[in-house]
């Protein structure tokens, strides 16, 4: 079993910075593929970057390449995103989640929610124009 718990969401002004982290436990979280999501009122949900743990090799949705990073600390079984140049647009409630598989070394995770076996409960990100 998989425990994820987000933190690090909040109110910021466009063109700030936000960083959230995801706490994560479990046998098969330091082999999974880990990922953010994000949903914002009356949208889907979609991926927004994901990370190989065994790798660290990343993946970032268009939306996203080039303002936000995603990175992990093996030591502490986090996850983290850090966001920069944020817009209005990137207003959403982010979750965390991982696959219930251990990717090869060299995969690229790529953001299927179906592939997505444990979530956390979502932090809120909230960007002011």
């Known amino acids: 079993q998989v425990q994820l718990v987000e933190s690090g969401g909040g109110s910021v002004q466009a063109g700030g910075s936000l960083r959230l982290s995801c706490a994560g436990s479990g046998d098969t979280y330091s082999r999974a593929c880990m990922g953010w999501f994000r949903q914002a009122p009356g949208k889907e949900r979609e991926g927004v970057a994901t990370?190989?743990?065994?790798?660290?090799?990343?993946y970032y949705a268009d939306s996203v390449e080039g303002r936000f990073t995603i990175s992990q600390d093996n030591a502490k079984n986090t996850l983290y995103l850090d966001m920069n140049s944020m817009k209005p647009d990137d207003t959403a409630m982010y979750y965390c989640a991982a696959t219930g598989y251990s990717p090869s070394y060299l995969d690229l995770c790529r953001p299927y929610e179906r592939d997505f076996r444990y979530w956390g409960q979502g932090t809120q990100v909230t960007v002011s124009s």
């Open positions: 990370i190989n743990r065994r790798s660290g090799r990343p």
